[in-house]
């Protein structure tokens, strides 16, 4: 079928946000084909999930089984083989997070498809997928086009497209019988371990300051966690902090870290490597700070500061808590 599949991914009772990327990369691809958009839910009890999805994709394919209720792999692939060798779609696109590199391998091989994962942009062109996505540790983009196949599947960045847009009314949605005919032990999911209290999931923050290797020397981080308190923000880092062990890893900002869509992202110190800006091009505005005024940090900045951060950053500070005191 003429059709761009999205697998929605959620989690306890909650659509993830790369969901809503995929959406949004597959309405781009759809409006460019022709196609239609078709999100696919698989789980247990998602008449929310999908009343939130028909408002952006044309049909929303709904499988209720308690074996998907929770994600697995197993039953998923199963599952989603079948939809894909029945519907034919253009292409199936699923979030480059644990659980669609968990899936998508393993699903290709089983539908002899042709898989790119990790990737920054995917376009059909004559039923050829090309895309875009990092190599060499990021430090290059590399452009490729996957073999001819039946069958082609993506997997996508989270961060990398902009907010999908609401139809002006909802798309219909489809509830087809669970192809399971038998229990899947091979594996199965056992609980939840939440995030250590006290750690923060940056990925989630609206305000971000982030640090970069020239802060110099780990007792100077206070200086920078100040600012971001002002602002009512977090602290994160770029990957040069985290492997000096300045700060965990769980704050590193990055293709090896965690993307980030934040509405305000303060680089400070950060030189800007395309590791680093590719996972901050969700951000709403992001400002910089650094010394070097040809940092190729300043190119992704809506606003850029060229100073010492050890003198624009308590100014920074005390203008801060001017405002909020009306002064």
């Known amino acids: 079928m003429n059709e761009i599949l999205v ?4 989690r306890r ?3 993830r946000e790369i969901t809503f990327d995929l959406i949004a990369r597959g309405r781009q691809l759809a409006e460019k084909a022709g196609a239609e958009l078709v999100a ?25 089984d308690d074996a998907l209720r929770d994600f697995n792999s197993e039953p998923y692939q199963a599952v989603l083989a079948q939809l894909i060798s ?11 997070t ?3 590199l968990d899936l998508a391998p393993s699903l290709a091989v089983q539908l002899d498809a042709a898989l790119v994962t990790d990737c920054l942009e995917v376009e059909i062109d004559g039923g050829k997928l090309t895309a875009v ?18 069958h082609r599947i993506a997997t996508i960045q989270a961060g990398n497209a902009p907010s999908p847009r609401a139809r002006d009314s909802a798309g219909e949605i489809v509830k087809l019988q669970s192809p399971l005919a038998e229990e899947m032990a091979y594996k199965k999911l056992l609980e939840y371990v939440d995030t250590a209290a006290g750690e923060i999931d940056i990925s989630q923050s609206e305000i971000i300051v982030s640090v970069g290797r020239g802060i110099g020397d780990p007792k100077n981080i206070t200086l920078v966690e100040d600012l971001a308190n002002a602002l009512g923000g977090v602290l994160a880092c770029s990957r040069p902090v985290v492997d000096k062990k300045w700060l965990p890893k769980a704050r590193q900002v990055g293709i090896s870290g965690k993307t980030v869509h934040p509405k305000l992202y303060l680089a400070i110190g950060i030189s800007g490597a395309f590791q680093h800006v590719t996972a901050i091009k969700g951000a709403g505005m992001v400002v910089a700070i650094n010394k070097d005024p040809k940092a190729p940090i300043f190119r992704v900045a809506d606003y850029g500061i060229v100073g010492d951060l050890f003198a624009v950053v308590p100014t920074l500070k005390e203008k801060i808590a001017r405002a909020k005191a009306g002064k």
């Open 7 to 10: 697998l929605a991914e959620h």
């Open 13 to 15: 009772g909650e659509l």
């Open 40 to 64: 696919v839910v698989l789980g247990r009890g998602t008449d929310g999930f999908c009343a939130t999805l028909a408002q952006y994709a044309d049909r929303v394919l709904v499988v209720e």
């Open 86 to 96: 029945e519907r034919q779609p253009l292409l199936t696109l699923i979030g480059h």
């Open 98 to 100: 644990a659980c669609g």
């Open 133 to 150: 996505r990092p190599a060499y540790g990021g430090r290059v983009r590399a452009s490729l086009q996957a073999r001819e196949a039946t």
